[in-house]
């Protein structure tokens, strides 16, 4: 953050510097995959961890700026660990109803194209439409959200279809109820 020339947007933009945020969301799939830790994640002990997983959230935007650029982004995505398995693995409580709401479901499904791709159509709103920052804004959102959506249907679609033709391994099963939800949508 102090020793590079853009030491502070390096850190936000870069891969080394982000890619453990990937890489916890991939271990949690690991371990839901595995009976022995699936059974110690049981309601009662997500019930214990969230409050601690969303005051652990809460407290990494207290960050100085340096924390703010280095530690924020790990520890925020452990302390999203515990809320996103609940939220999966548990739709009916409270805390996941409103998650679990259709309209977040649709843009769950799309968030990683609008992820891909939403800073190159804000830059090309911000360049090319000239319009009160309300209209720059809703401009934006509509083009990413329309642009995630055809990505989302021409690319992912495909090749989620072509990967079900695949057989499976036999005895291998989803047991992620968001899994199935999200693949029958």
Same mark, same amino acid.
């Given at each position: 953050?102090?020793?590079?020339?853009?030491?502070?947007?390096?850190?936000?933009?870069?891969?080394?510097c982000r890619l453990d945020s990937i890489l +916890?969301?991939?271990?949690?799939?690991?371990?839901?995959?595995?009976?022995?830790?699936?059974?110690?994640?049981?309601?009662?002990?997500?019930?214990?961890?969230?409050?601690?997983?969303?005051?652990?959230?809460?407290?990494?935007?207290?960050?100085?700026?340096?924390?703010?650029?280095?530690?924020?982004?790990?520890?925020?995505?452990?302390?999203?660990?515990?809320?996103?398995?609940?939220?999966?693995?548990?739709?009916?409580?409270?805390?996941?109803?409103?998650?679990?709401?259709?309209?977040?479901?649709?843009?769950?499904?799309?968030?990683?194209?609008?992820?891909?791709?939403?800073?190159?159509?804000?830059?090309?709103?911000?360049?090319?439409?000239?319009?009160?920052?309300?209209?720059? +804004?809703?401009?934006?959102?509509?083009?990413?959200?329309?642009?995630?959506?055809?990505?989302?249907?021409?690319?992912?679609?495909?090749?989620?279809?072509?990967?079900?033709?695949?057989?499976?391994?036999?005895?291998?099963?989803?047991?992620?109820?968001?899994?199935?939800?999200?693949?029958?949508?």
């Amino acid at each position: 953050v102090h020793t590079l020339p853009q030491g502070e947007e390096y850190c936000y933009m870069a891969t080394d510097c982000r890619l453990d945020s990937i890489l +916890w969301g991939s271990l949690l799939a690991s371990l839901e995959h595995d009976e022995g830790w699936r059974s110690q994640l049981t309601l009662s002990r997500l019930k214990w961890l969230l409050p601690f997983a969303l005051g652990l959230l809460v407290y990494t935007f207290a960050f100085s700026q340096t924390g703010r650029m280095t530690f924020r982004f790990t520890l925020q995505s452990i302390a999203l660990l515990p809320v996103i398995y609940f939220v999966t693995h548990f739709p009916q409580s409270l805390l996941a109803r409103p998650l679990n709401h259709p309209v977040l479901v649709h843009l769950g499904t799309l968030s990683y194209a609008l992820y891909l791709i939403h800073g190159a159509i804000i830059q090309m709103v911000l360049k090319f439409v000239h319009a009160p920052t309300a209209v720059l +804004w809703i401009t934006a959102a509509a083009t990413v959200y329309l642009a995630g959506l055809a990505i989302h249907l021409g690319i992912e679609q495909p090749f989620l279809r072509l990967r079900s033709r695949r057989t499976k391994p036999q005895g291998s099963q989803d047991r992620s109820p968001a899994l199935q939800v999200s693949r029958s949508s």
